[in-house]
C-alpha cells in the first residue's frame, strides 16, 4: 500500500516533482519486459508512495527542489570515474573533466588554498570522514582523536574501522564542543599528535565548533602536529555562502585541513554523494603508481560514480553562487518564520541563527505519526531545506493546535553559559 496516511491533508509540493512518471512509455523499448503489468504496478506504487510522503517528511535534511530531468539521458551510460579525479585514466566513460570543476568550485567556496589542493566526489560524507581520517593517521600514525558527543554515529564507526584512539568531548546545551573540556582533554595529552572533527552542522541541533577557537586553542597548547577535519556534511555550503566574519570559523582559512560536505543534503540530488576537499600537501602518495587503469588509486573507493560527479557540476551551475546564496538565505526565512510560528503557539522552538534546523521537545505521537521529524529522546527537530514551504509549516502549525492535550514541555530554549576560551597568548 502507498502511504496515504501522510499524505492526507497535507499541501502539494511545488510542481517539478509532481510531473507523473508514464511507464508506458517508459517501458516501450526495442525489447519488450517480460512483465509490463508488474514492473507498471510497482513502479507506479513506489513513485505514488514516495511523492506522498515527501511533503510531510520534514526531520531530515535533503533538499527537495530537485529538477534534473536534462540529465536524464545520461542513465543510459555507465559513467564510471574510475581512480584520481586529475588523471583521466584509460577508462573513456567517465565525468572527470566536470568532477574536477566542481571539487573546485567548492574548494573555493570553502576557501582552500589554490595551488594546495585536491579532492573528489565521495559516496557521501561518511566515506569523506573515513577517507580524510585515513590521511590524517598516515601522517599522523600516533594520533588521539578528539571529536564532541554530538558527533555523527559515523566517526565514531569510522575511528573504529581505523583503530584510532579518539576522546569524546562534552557540548554545551546547544550542541556546541566545550572548548574548556576540549583544552582540558587536549593538554593531557599534548606529547600525541591531535586530530579534531570538528562538527560543522551536527544532525540534531546543526551547532557548529568554531575552528578559529579549535585553532587558537591548539595554538596555545602548542600542539603542532595536528589536523582539523570539518565534517561539514549540510553545513558546509550554507555557511559558506555567509560572510566569513558573520558565522563560526569552519573552512580552509580558518584552519581546516580537509572538509567534507555531502550532495544530497544542501545542494540536492537524487543519488546520495559528497565532496571531500583537503589541503593537497598533507597527502602521502608519492608512491601510489597507476595500474591497467591509468588512473592513480588515490580515493577510497575505486569505481566511483560519474553521475554523481555531473549532478554535482550540473547543480553548481544550475543555480550558481548568487542562486545558492538565494536559496540558503530563503531557507534560513523559512526556518525564522516555523521558530516564530512554533513560539506563537507556545511551543519553546529556537535555531542557531545560521542554521536550518528549528528544534523543539519531542511532540507527542499525534505528530510524530503524520510527520516525519527527526527524534533523539526528549528532543526533536524538523529542518527548512531548499523546498520546504511556508504552507508546509502552516500546515504542521495546524496539527499542534488541533491537539487535544498540549503536551508540550515548559519553555525553555537551552540556557548558554559561556563557551569560549579566553587565551591570553592570543590577538
Ligand atoms: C548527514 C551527516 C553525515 C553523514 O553524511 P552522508 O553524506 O549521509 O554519509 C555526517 N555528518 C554529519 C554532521 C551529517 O549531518
Known sequence: ???????SGHPQLPTAQTQVLDPVADLAGPEPPTDPELIRTELVRLLTGLRAGQAASIGFPAATDLNLQVLAPFLDLLLNNLGDPWVDGAYPQHTKRLEREAVDRIADLLRAPTCDRWGYVTSGASEGAEHALWLARTRHPDAVVYYSAARHHSIPHVLDRLR????????DPTGVIDYRDLATQIGRRRHQPTVIVANIGTAM????????????????LAVTRRWIHADAALSGIPLALLDPDSRPGFDFADGADSIIVSGHKF???????????????????????????????TTLSNSRSGLAALICWYTLHRHGTAGLRERAD?????????????????????????????????PPAEILDKWTLATDG????LICMPGVT????DALVRDFEALSVTVIGPARPPKQRRNRLSLPILG
Open 1 to 7: 500500500m502507498p502511504n496515504n496516511r501522510r499524505s
Open 164 to 171: 584510532m584512539p579518539a576522546v569524546e568531548i562534552r557540548t
Open 205 to 220: 541541533t546543526e551547532a557548529v565548533d568554531d575552528i578559529r577557537q579549535i585553532t587558537s586553542l591548539l595554538d596555545n
Open 267 to 297: 545542494l540536492g540530488s537524487p543519488i546520495p554523494y559528497g565532496v571531500l576537499v583537503v589541503r593537497d600537501q598533507l597527502r602521502p602518495y608519492g608512491h601510489r603508481a597507476s595500474t591497467y587503469t591509468g588512473s592513480p588509486d
Open 330 to 362: 530563503q531557507a534560513r526565512e523559512t526556518t525564522e518564520y516555523a521558530c516564530q510560528r512554533l513560539q506563537a503557539i507556545g511551543i519553546p522552538a529556537w535555531r542557531h541563527p545560521w542554521a536550518f534546523t528549528v528544534n523543539l521537545p519531542t
Open 378 to 381: 526528549p528532543a526533536s527537530h
Open 390 to 393: 511556508r504552507q508546509q509549516i
